[in-house]
């Protein structure tokens, strides 16, 4: 006995039921996609990028600044 696991696709901002045909998919409504669109437009998403260290490196130890004193 196999069982069709059955999933319901929800709007993203309101959480309402949105059906697959629906043409605002995966939003429920033009105002929810217009309100994504704002938080993406006012930098409340944001994609993270990978950390990466901008500083040039001075090409010597640090210990070697110390001992100049």
Do not use: H
């Not at 059906?19 to 929810?32: V, Y």
């Amino acid at each position: 006995m196999t069982r069709k696991r059955s999933f319901q696709l929800r709007c993203p901002i309101c959480k309402k039921s949105v059906k697959s045909n629906d043409p605002q998919l995966p939003f429920c409504s033009d105002r929810c996609r217009t309100t994504d669109l704002g938080r993406w437009a006012s930098g409340d998403y944001v994609i993270p990028s990978p950390v990466t260290d901008i500083e040039p490196s001075m090409g010597g130890d640090s210990s070697d600044s110390a001992e100049d004193s």
